[in-house]
């Protein structure tokens, strides 16, 4: 009987660290290079399709699976993949794209 008991909780026991490895809850806040939060920024997972936006505050919450490589991208800014921090809560700045768009360089050419 005590044989039973201790296979019973050895399985719930490697069942839990299997489940905690598999998903966890990450959250941060991204910021400009001046430490203004940025709202809307579109937080995703490279080769997948969950994503979520950052609130007003530049605050996002996700789940993830480990060995996730996450990236950020807002219009007006360098995008950033990052791998996941082994800790549940960061902050991320992101720096303005200084470089001209792929629109202003075609409409250049078209006015030569």
């Known amino acids: 009987m005590k044989k039973h008991k201790l296979i019973i909780i050895c399985f719930l026991l490697l069942s839990t660290i299997q489940l905690s490895a598999q998903s966890r809850t990450i959250n941060g806040t991204v910021t400009d290079y001046n430490g203004k939060h940025l709202a809307s920024v579109l937080v995703e997972f490279k080769n997948s399709k969950a994503s979520t936006l950052t609130n007003n505050s530049g605050f996002f919450k996700i789940k993830f699976k480990a060995n996730t490589t996450f990236v950020f991208s807002k219009r007006g800014f360098i995008t950033e ?26 409409r250049a050419m078209k006015k030569k």
Do not use: D, S
């Not at 996941?84 to 075609?106: E, I, Q, S």
């Open 81 to 106: 993949e990052i791998k996941v921090p082994p800790y549940g809560k960061f902050t991320l700045k992101l720096y303005p794209n200084t470089r001209k768009g792929k629109r202003a360089r075609k």
